[in-house]
Nanobody
Framework: QVQLVESGGGLVQPGGSLRLSCAAS????????MGWYRQAPGKQRELVAS???????NLADSVKGRFTISRDNTKNTVYLQMNSLKPEDTAVYYCMATTTGATTWGKGTLVTVSS
């Protein structure tokens, strides 16, 4: 089973940028569809972006044009580049790995967008 560890969260001013990383271990990374979800206080967890092994990516409408998801199968890592951050992007961001019959979550990393 894959294990996931997120990093890169923190406090950033509106309009700023952050890059989140999610390192995977324990299984064959290239087999997994990877994703980033987020959960803001009092709200449900929502999909931000996902990417399949070939690199085809899907982004939520709320982040299109601002966020980019990518993966490096040689480093077993998926990234979320977040630009033009807004206060409403404040949330705990979770990395997710899924393959047939199994989904694994990381513990999350907090992103706070505030002046």
């Amino acid at each position: 089973q894959v294990q996931l560890v997120e990093s890169g969260g923190g406090l950033v001013q509106p309009g700023g940028s952050l890059r989140l990383s999610c390192a995977a271990s324990g299984s064959i990374f290239s087999r997994y569809t990877m994703g980033w979800y987020r959960q803001a206080p009092g709200k449900q967890r929502e999909l931000v972006a996902s990417i399949i092994s070939s690199g085809y990516a899907n982004l939520a409408d709320s982040v299109k044009g601002r966020f980019t998801i990518s993966r490096d199968n040689t480093k077993n890592t998926v990234y979320l580049q977040m630009n033009s951050l807004k206060p409403e992007d404040t949330a705990v961001y979770y990395c997710m790995a899924t393959t047939t019959g199994a989904t694994t979550w990381g513990k999350g990393t907090l992103v706070t967008v505030s002046s």
